[in-house]
């Protein structure tokens, strides 16, 4: 499929502080793309956009806030005049027995990735609809196969991909594209986080190869920005995750053999595991949640 050149398309990107969404950010920027960064760290956010190669601005805001999504999709309509491109990015994680898990943060979980990706959308898809633009949603590795000790990001993951599916149909035949951006455990915040619990670190590096590893975070963005230029449907952070696309029908059956084996070895070292979200991105979102409470 051809490249089409990005010079001057305007770019959203949510999740934008840091991780894929910041360094996605700084390639588009680099190919020329006006950057509006979405997220909710405003100085870590404003030091991204000051890193920018091309015109940026950020706005603070919570994806899974419908009112605050629809002001954001308005000023940036205002600030650049035009949306061409969507990355629904932003996401958090948890992990660990769904049994002890702490019900807000699970909860969460499927509110930021699944609802935060449809405000998302909901938000931009006039302007979207208007360019004839790209939507492109990160999905994970967990959309293709199950794991245990992380049933509200498979949940989310799998949420998410059926919902862009959904979504291309629908609004294809009106020239807006929709993408899912599958990612393997990539080098972020976010999979540090988790590896700091010594068990979600081993049962991770038990796992068959090729995905027991951790993998460098540029070169998946660089499939992603390649994604973006193509307007691709399905874009693949590492090469062989889309091998996987062909045997995902078997996976749960193995998951579950392997999967019971696997917490059979741990089952002694289960209880007190680290409940809440995981990582900086996890801990700016519980953090944002405190202050709105008090």
């Known amino acids: 499929m051809s490249r089409v050149s990005l010079e001057g398309r305007v770019a959203v990107v949510t999740g934008a502080a840091r991780g ?35 015109d940026s601005e950020h706005w603070h805001a919570d994806v899974t806030d419908h009112e605050a999504m629809a002001r954001v999709a308005e000023e940036v309509k205002e600030r650049f005049g035009r949306v061409d491109i969507v990355v629904a990015n932003a996401g958090v994680a948890t992990g660990g027995p769904f049994a002890d898990s702490d ?5 969460r979980v499927i509110e930021v990735n699944v609802i935060g990706s449809a405000v998302t959308a909901h938000a931009f898809l006039p302007m979207l609809l208007e360019s004839r633009g790209y939507l492109l949603q990160i999905a994970s590795l967990a959309a293709i196969t199950p794991a245990p000790m992380m049933t ?16 291309s149909a629908e609004v294809g035949y009106r020239g ?22 010594d068990v979600m670190r081993e049962l991770r590096q038990r796992l068959p190869w090729p995905s027991n590893k951790t993998y460098p975070l540029g070169p998946a963005v ?16 590492q090469w062989w995750l889309r091998g996987m696309q062909g045997v995902r029908g078997y996976l749960p059956g193995v998951i579950g053999t392997v999967g019971q084996r696997e917490m059979r070895r741990f089952a002694d070292r289960l209880t007190g595991m680290r409940t809440g979200l995981v990582g900086a991105g996890g801990a700016a979102d519980e953090q944002q949640r405190t202050t709105h409470r008090k």
Do not use: F, N
């Open 20 to 54: 894929v969404g910041e360094l996605l950010a700084r390639k588009l920027s680099a190919r020329g793309v006006r950057i509006a960064l979405v997220g909710l760290e405003p100085d870590a956010l404003k030091e991204v956009s000051a890193r920018l190669h091309s």
């Open 103 to 107: 019900p807000e943060s699970w909860r």
């Open 152 to 167: 509200a990001y498979c949940a989310s993951k799998s949420g998410v991909e059926a919902y862009a599916h959904s979504l």
């Open 176 to 197: 807006v594209k929709v993408g899912v951006g599958y990612l393997s455990w990539t080098d972020t915040d976010m999979v540090r986080g988790a590896d700091q619990d």
């Open 222 to 237: 660089d499939r992603l920005v390649a994604g973006i230029e193509r307007r691709s449907s399905h874009v693949y952070g």
